[in-house]
């Protein structure tokens, strides 16, 4: 996956009116496992779930880019 790809992510789930948003706060309140949020990460992406395995680490990469994102601003 290339660094526009990772943007577009991270773009998704540090916006607030966003599924994906809403999913990635799901996942963090422990409501959502990763597999789930890289599920409609991929389908706000390409339309569908039949990626999803290949959006579980990019969606991780940047759930974790956005924690220390969260802690540095807190």
Do not use: W
């Amino acid at each position: 996956m290339d660094n526009l790809e990772l943007n577009r992510i991270y773009f998704l789930l540090n916006t607030p009116d966003s599924e994906a948003y809403r999913a990635y706060k799901s996942h963090r309140e422990g409501n959502l496992s990763l597999q789930d949020l890289a599920s409609e990460v991929c389908l706000v992406l390409t339309g569908s779930h039949d990626q999803t395995d290949a959006y579980v680490e990019p969606v991780r990469r940047m759930v974790e880019e956005l924690a220390i994102d969260d802690a540095v601003s807190h």
